[in-house]
């Protein structure tokens, strides 16, 4: 079965040894021509006003369909029928998942099965029921083609997730995951029948502008996202104790609020911990925390003002990071702790990975980036490259053209 890639917009049979990560496992049918006929998409995933990283993903995603012409409607998804406060979807919400109501269930699927195709954003934690098995109940009763992006590939599942999993894989057209990483997880832990899967990268918005910081500045360092345990800012504070010889002496800046699933679970707990830690250092000139919320406009220029992004994540199997994309799409070099996407997406040299929990190993790889101008441009120039298969409309026209591809098959089935 042939490989394609997305180049410059287009489908092309891929080189030896390409690192794109933008590869469908499908046929190619309906991947080389460009289709004019307008959809109407239903998306089913968190939205706006929660605010959380896959319903950045969502808006973003639909905006660039709308972009392409297309008819966007969300059935926006509330674990436990919590709502967030900030501003409201950009998109017209055609349909409500608020826990387990089945009311909403039946009323959701109503409004999709009048759109052309369905794209399901999934990790376990957004839906209600046991691994979120509210799920199965709406994927039950559409009778639309539908296709299920996952963002999170478990390597090792449960008994349960791995049921839900199977049977979510049962329901639907296709599959889109983020990275090779977890197409590889996912070969190996389901049974993906005759199901296409594709992998298609995260999108982020392209910077091609070269930022860079006149002599003297104080350099910035940078880690922003919704803030809990885990997150192991606790560890690049501690790597900041080791940096105070470095001149100009550099600003760290942890930006954003914290996450409202921990906040109602623990409050301001980790937040608490983290501003102890920076007293009891000692190292309030050095370290500040922003926790406003920001538009994605604001955010972007916070993130093109920074000279090094740093992920220092306890994880050692997160899937997809939307921050590690963002950064490298800036053009930004990264020092990320070692998990399977900042292994995968900095492998061109965008970046350089630490052991968990290692201050000193942080400190070591930022200290080298502030000091050696070649080393640090040459990263910098590597995470520009690295942006171009990240491009939002490139991302979005990927997503199109499986829909096209899928809608194709069920007309041959049907």
């Known amino acids: 079965m042939p490989v394609f890639y997305l180049f410059d917009r287009h489908w092309s049979p891929a080189p030896a040894g390409s690192r794109f990560v933008s590869v469908p496992i499908m046929s190619a049918t309906g991947f080389l021509g460009g289709h004019d006929e307008r959809l109407r998409i239903g998306m089913v995933s968190s939205a706006p006003p929660t605010r959380c990283g896959i319903a950045t993903f969502n808006e973003a995603l639909g905006a660039e369909f709308q972009q392409l012409g297309h008819h966007v409607g969300v059935v926006r998804v509330q674990r436990g029928g919590r709502d967030g406060d900030g501003p409201p979807s950009a998109f017209v919400e055609i349909g409500q998942l608020r826990g387990l109501d089945y009311g909403d269930c039946h009323q959701a699927s ?26 199965l109940s709406l994927l039950a009763l559409l009778e639309v083609p539908t296709v299920v992006i996952l963002h999170t590939v478990l390597s090792a599942p449960s008994a349960h997730q791995a049921d839900v999993m199977a049977r979510i894989i049962d329901s639907v057209s296709a599959i889109v995951v983020l990275t090779q990483g977890a197409l590889r997880t996912l070969q190996a832990t389901f049974d993906l029948r005759a199901v296409p899967v594709v992998v298609i990268a995260h999108g982020a918005r392209v910077d091609r502008l070269v930022q860079t910081r006149p002599r003297g500045v104080r350099p910035l360092l940078l880690t922003w996202g919704l803030l809990g345990p885990g997150k192991g800012i606790e560890w690049a504070i501690d790597a900041m104790a080791e940096l105070v010889d470095v001149s100009p002496l550099p600003l ?9 699933n921990v906040l109602a679970r623990e409050g301001e707990s980790y937040r608490e911990m983290l501003h102890e830690r920076v007293r009891a250092a000692g190292l309030e000139s050095m370290v500040v925390f922003d926790n406003r919320y920001r538009d994605l406009g604001s955010l972007h220029q916070l993130i093109v003002s920074a000279d ?6 306890d994880t050692t199997e997160q899937a997809t990071s939307g921050v590690l994309v963002d950064a490298v799409a800036a053009g930004r ?25 290692d201050p000193h190993e942080i400190a070591q790889v930022v200290r080298l980036l502030l000091t050696n101008s070649a080393v ?18 490139a991302v979005a026209t990927a997503y199109v053209n499986v829909a096209h591809d899928v809608l194709s098959r069920s007309k041959v089935n049907a």
Do not use: K
């Open 376 to 393: 640090h441009n040459e990263m910098a120039a590597a995470a520009r490259r690295t942006a171009l298969s990240l491009d939002w409309r």
């Open 252 to 260: 760290y800046v942890v930006a954003g609020q914290t996450h409202p």
């Open 308 to 313: 090094v992004v740093v992920l220092p994540y």
């Open 333 to 357: 070099p990264v020092v990320a702790t070692d998990f399977p996407h900042s292994r995968e997406l900095l492998a061109d040299g965008a970046g350089l990975l630490v052991r968990q929990r």
């Open 110 to 135: 109503a409004a999709l099965n009048r759109c052309d195709i369905v794209f399901i954003e999934h990790e376990f934690g957004i839906y209600a029921g046991a691994d979120g098995d509210s799920l």
